[in-house]
């Protein structure tokens, strides 16, 4: 694996291929026994090094496309009380919460090959210290990255430094109505959140996005929310 994750995007590096190729082939053949089955073995183990190498592992990587997203579950708490999704009934203690530093050097080491990160929850926004210095680290190492909120903790400073950013920022909403919408939250959130999500809209313009769960439930409200 060292080839693919010691490669920058778009700079094809031979020596390091031709290293790795030797690195598994030697002692490939070292093992075999038999003289006659040399020659065909150490063709077919290289077959399969190539299929590998420029196969199986990403070799549009060569041609300067990334091919990873890299998704973060930054907390297991929530701040709602939704009834379709059961997270907030056991709250995360706050000792299992991982320093975001891990974080933070576990995007350094991947960032040649993503495309995007991807932060979720529970609610990411329950830490958004972590949240903006992912989003400022991601910036610096220029990978685009989402957030994925239910708003409730939005507020006009995060937005702003959120937006010069660049990022993009998803709310979900599954209804536009007050009583559906505290139903599906399991709390009287409507008039909390609204505000926010129209601050929001100012602010970010299309750097926002909205998403809603499509269920039985919310049918007949996603039209109304996409309106
Ligand atoms: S806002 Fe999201 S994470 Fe929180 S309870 Fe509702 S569905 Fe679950």
Redesign the pocket.
């Known amino acids: 694996m060292s080839l693919i994750y010691s490669l920058k995007a778009g700079q094809p590096n031979f020596t390091h291929g031709f290293q790795d190729y030797l690195g598994e082939i030697i002692p490939f053949s070292k093992r075999i026994k038999n003289p006659l089955l040399k020659v065909p073995l150490v063709a077919l183990k290289s077959f399969e090094w190539a299929i590998y190498r420029w196969y199986k592992t990403p070799i549009r990587r060569f041609y300067g496309v990334k091919s990873n997203e890299l998704i973060y579950m930054i907390t297991n708490a929530?701040?709602?009380?939704?009834p379709?999704?059961g997270?907030?009934e056991r709250p995360e203690p706050k000792s299992h919460h991982l320093r975001i530093l891990h974080f933070l050097k576990c995007l350094n080491r991947l960032h040649h090959n993503l495309y995007q990160v991807t932060l979720t929850?529970?609610?990411p926004l329950l830490f958004k210290r972590d949240v903006m210095l992912i989003a400022e680290e991601a910036k610096k190492l220029g990978v685009p990255m989402v957030t994925i909120t239910?708003g409730r903790t939005l507020d006009e400073a995060f937005l702003r430094r959120y937006k010069n950013l660049g990022h993009i920022l998803v709310i979900?909403i599954d209804s536009v109505q007050p009583e559906k919408w505290n139903q599906f939250?399991?709390t009287k959130s409507f008039d909390i959140v609204m505000p926010k999500i129209e601050l929001a809209k100012s602010i970010l313009g299309d750097q926002l996005r909205v998403q809603s769960v499509l269920s039985r439930e919310t049918a007949e409200e996603v039209p109304k929310v996409i309106e």
Do not use: A, D, F, T
């Open positions: 929530c701040n709602e009380k939704c379709k999704c997270i907030w929850g529970g609610e239910n979900s939250r399991g």
